[in-house]
């Protein structure tokens, strides 16, 4: 953007844009990892509630409801977490939303 007012040199426009993209693909890798993270997460407790569902009770519908309601939780509780760590007026008031 600076570049486009003619306020750096090649040298520092490259070196500029070289930063801002590293800058840039450190935040896409944290943010797909901790995407992952929490998905794994919701799978191992969905996992582990229809584990328990099948060993303690003899229907599917307890099963699937178990699924559904800690599915939903670990959701509303990835969707907190990430909104928290935003700090920005738009996610304060997604979290005020909530």
């Known amino acids: 953007m600076i570049s486009h007012f003619g306020l750096l040199g ?13 800058v840039f693909h450190r935040a896409l890798r944290k943010a797909v990892l901790t995407s992952l993270t929490w998905k794994l997460l919701a799978i191992s407790f969905l996992i582990g509630a229809l584990i328990v569902d099948v060993l303690f009770t003899k229907g599917i519908f307890p099963t699937l409801m178990a699924i559904v309601l800690l599915g ?12 928290k760590r935003m700090r920005t007026l738009w996610g304060t008031s997604l979290l005020l939303a909530m």
Do not use: C, P
Not at 73 to 80: E, K, Q, R, T, W
């Open 10 to 22: 090649a040298d520092e426009n490259r070196e500029s844009e070289e930063y801002f993209r590293k």
């Open 72 to 83: 939903g939780a670990v959701g509303l509780v990835a969707i907190f977490l990430t909104l």
